[in-house]
Each structure stands twice: as C-alpha cells, then as structure tokens.
C-alpha cells in the first residue's frame, strides 16, 4: 500500500523565531512568579492566559460577556517594555471584537478591576502581527474596567 504524505511547515525567519522564542520563554518565567494566576478554571479549561489583579473591583457587579459595550483604559506592551498602544480614558468597545485574549479576560473582570495581563502570541496578533505589534508577540496589557455600558 503507498501513499503520499503532505506536510505543511509554517516558514518563519531566524529574527522571527529568535522573537518568537524569546517570548515564549517570557511567558514561562511569568508563569512560575509568585501573585501571577492563570486565567480559566477546571471545568472551562485554562487559556494559556496569566493575571496579576493590581486592584479588585466590585464583585458584586456583573461580569461582561460578548455583545456588551464596555469602558476600559489600558496600556498594551510588547515582553520588552516596548509600548504598543494604549487607550484614552473613554475607550468603549465590544466584548468579543478585539483580540481573543483581550476578550476572555475582560469576561473574568468586574467593574472596577485592574488587572495586569499576559496574553499570549496565539491570543493576540499570531504569527501576522500588526503595525505596532511583531508576529509571535506576547502582549503585557494593564487593563482597567471602567464600566459596562450596555448589555445584551
């Protein structure tokens, strides 16, 4: 019996996977500090995801999910201190038209949270990247739920 094999390899260059790498190993590091959780729980499964809560908000307010309009402000940085944008003070968006892991955490969050996150490079740009942002990037976000503005 003979048959034909296709293997497809993602092609990246040795400064992307060098990058790539360096990210990765970034991500483990945050892993093992000692205040950094990983968001998810047993029964929905873990996103790959970590969190440090800076400050806990109301916990006794609704949690957003996708569809709801929401307040944040937020810094966003690459794992070397690079900034990659931030928002200004009134940034409204949509839960569930962002970056993926931009969207699982804030579904985590109550109003009022300030949390730091880990997001990593398959939860975030990919292997694309955008303009402020390489292929394979982890994303450091310090994100702070100002409100849910509508819901569903």
Known sequence: MSGLLFVTFLSCSSDDTQWRDE????????????????????????????????????????RPVIGNVVRTVYKCYLYNDTTAFNSNDNYKSTVGKSIDGFDIALQYMHVGDYW?????????????????VPAYSMLVYYIYLKEIVSEN
């Open 116 to 132: 730091k996150l880990y997001i990593p490079y398959n939860l975030a740009y990919g292997t694309s990247g955008t303009t402020n």
């Open 23 to 62: 990210n990765i190993a970034y991500m483990g590091k945050i892993a093992r500090q000692e205040g950094i959780k990983q968001l998810g729980d047993s029964i929905n499964g873990f996103s790959g995801i970590y969190y440090q809560v800076l400050q806990s908000g109301d916990t006794t307010t609704a």
